[in-house]
C-alpha cells in the first residue's frame, strides 16, 4: 500500500468517518420523507421545515460548550454519550404520533448531535500532523460530500415503507458509540490549567485575527451554500428551463461529487500551493461558480458552474479545517473548533432567511449575484488577515 492508502485505512480514522457520516444523517435522510412526514401529520411545508431549523439550532450555542467539556474531561466521554442520545432520541421520533413530541425530539437530537461534526475534526487534528493532517482532513471532507450524496437517495428508498423508516436511520449511533468507546486510540488531553487560564487561552485563541478570518470564511461560505444553492437552485433550473425532478437532482449532485473526488487530492494540491492561496483561490472561484448560475445559456450548460463550485469547495474545506486544527492550542482545541462548527451553524440557519430577504428585494438573479460577489469579496478580506499563514506554521513548528 502507498502512504495515503494507508492513511485511509487507518483505524482511528474510519472509527471518525463513522462519526462523521452518523452526524449528517439528522437532516440528509429525512428532507425526501417530507411529504409523507406532513401528510401523516396534516402539517404545512413550513412547519415541516421546523425539523430541520430545531435540529441545527442547538448547534449554534451548544458546540462550543460541548467543545469546553471535551477539553476539561476528555473526547470519548462526550463523544460516546452523545453519540447514543444522538441515536435513541431519532429512533423514537419513528414511534410518534404527536408533531409537537416530534419536534421536541428533533431538537434533543439535535442537542446531542451537536459535539458530533466538531469533535471529528479535533479528533484528526490529534491523531495527525502536517502533511497527513491535511490529507486526513481531505478524505473526511470527502466522506461528507459521499453523505450529501447517498443520504437522500437511502432516505428516499426507506421513505417508501412508510413516514417514520427514515428516523431509524440514526439508531447507526449505537454502534459506533461502542467502536469509539472500545476502538477509537486518540489522545486525550490532560487538564494541567485552571478553568480561568483554559478559559483565557481558548477565548485568546478564538479572538485571534487569522482565527476569526478562518471562522468568517466558514460562516459565509456556508450561508451561501444554504441560502442560495439549496434553497434556491432547483428554484432557478425548473423556471429558467423548466428542468424536471430527475434533472435537477442529477445537475445538483454534480457539484457535491466533484468536491468529495478533489478533496481527497487536498494534501497534494498543498503540496503545490500555499494555505493562503489555496482559500483565497477556493473563494474566488466559488463565487465566480455561483454567479454563473444566472448567465448559463441552457440546462446543460448549468454542469459548468457546479463543477466550478466543486472545484472550490474541494479545496476551500479540507484547508480551513486543517489551519483552524493548526492554530487551535492543544489543551483547548475542542473549544476552538467547535466554535468553527457554531459558524458553519449560524450560516446554514440564517443564511436562507437572509437570501430570502434578497430574493424579496431584487429577485432570483439578484441572489446568485450578492451570493457570488459575497464569497469574491470574502476572499479578499481573508487574503489579507490571514497573511503569509504558511511561514507563520513554519515558526510555531520550528519554536516547538
Known amino acids: 500500500m502507498t502512504g495515503s492508502q494507508r492513511l485511509f485505512f ?28 406532513m401528510r401523516a401529520f396534516d402539517i404545512d411545508s413550513q412547519q415541516a421545515g421546523w425539523l430541520i431549523t430545531i435540529n441545527t439550532l442547538p448547534g449554534i450555542f451548544l458546540a462550543p460548550v460541548w467543545g469546553v467539556i471535551a477539553d476539561r474531561i476528555g473526547r470519548k466521554k462526550v463523544l460516546v454519550p452523545s453519540l447514543v442520545f444522538y441515536a435513541i432520541s431519532g429512533g423514537a421520533m419513528a414511534f410518534t404520533s404527536d408533531f409537537g413530541t416530534l419536534l421536541v425530539l428533533r431538537f ?12 471529528n475534526n479535533t479528533v484528526i487534528g490529534e491523531l495527525f500532523t502536517g502533511r497527513r493532517r491535511m490529507e486526513a482532513m481531505g478524505y473526511n471532507a470527502s466522506v461528507q460530500g459521499t453523505c450529501m450524496l447517498g443520504y437522500p437517495l437511502i432516505g428516499g428508498a426507506v421513505a417508501l415503507f412508510g413516514w417514520h423508516y427514515p428516523f431509524l436511520l440514526p439508531l447507526v449511533g449505537l454502534p459506533v458509540a461502542w467502536l469509539v468507546a472500545f476502538r477509537l486510540n486518540n489522545p486525550e488531553p490532560k487538564r494541567q490549567q485552571s478553568m480561568r487560564e483554559y478559559l483565557g487561552g481558548a477565548l485568546g485563541s478564538i479572538a485571534n485575527r487569522r482565527m476569526m478570518a478562518l471562522y ?21 433550473l425548473h423556471e429558467r428551463f423548466d428542468a424536471n425532478s430527475l434533472e435537477i437532482g442529477i445537475i445538483a449532485a454534480f457539484s457535491p461529487v466533484i468536491s468529495t473526488l478533489v478533496s481527497t487530492q487536498a494534501a497534494r494540491i498543498r503540496d503545490r500551493m500555499s494555505f493562503r492561496k489555496m482559500i483565497v483561490v477556493g473563494l474566488l472561484v466559488n463565487g465566480l461558480g455561483v454567479s454563473l448560475n444566472v448567465w448559463a445559456p441552457s440546462l446543460w450548460w448549468m454542469l459548468v458552474p457546479a463543477f466550478i463550485r466543486g472545484l472550490a ?59 457570488g460577489v459575497a464569497l469574491i469579496l470574502t476572499a479578499l478580506v481573508v487574503g489579507v488577515m490571514i497573511g503569509d499563514v504558511d511561514e507563520v506554521m513554519e515558526k510555531r513548528r520550528s519554536a516547538e
Do not use: K, W
Open 10 to 37: 487507518d483505524r482511528n480514522l474510519l472509527i471518525i468517518f463513522c462519526v462523521t457520516a452518523t452526524a449528517m444523517l439528522g437532516t440528509g435522510s429525512l428532507t425526501p420523507a417530507f411529504p409523507q412526514i
Open 108 to 119: 434533543l437530537q439535535g442537542c446531542a448531535g451537536a459535539p458530533l461534526a466538531a469533535l
Open 216 to 236: 468568517f470564511c466558514n460562516v459565509l461560505t456556508v450561508a451561501v451554500s444554504f441560502g442560495v444553492l439549496i434553497v434556491y437552485f432547483a428554484l432557478l
Open 313 to 371: 469547495q474541494g479545496i476551500l474545506n479540507p484547508s480551513v479545517n486543517t489551519l483552524v486544527a493548526e492554530f487551535a492550542p492543544v489543551n483547548s482545541r475542542a473549544a476552538v473548533m467547535s466554535f468553527n462548527s457554531t459558524m458553519f451553524r449560524i450560516g446554514q440557519t440564517f443564511g436562507p432567511f437572509l437570501f430570502g430577504l434578497i430574493y424579496v428585494v431584487g429577485g432570483m438573479d439578484a441572489v446568485f449575484h450578492v451570493g
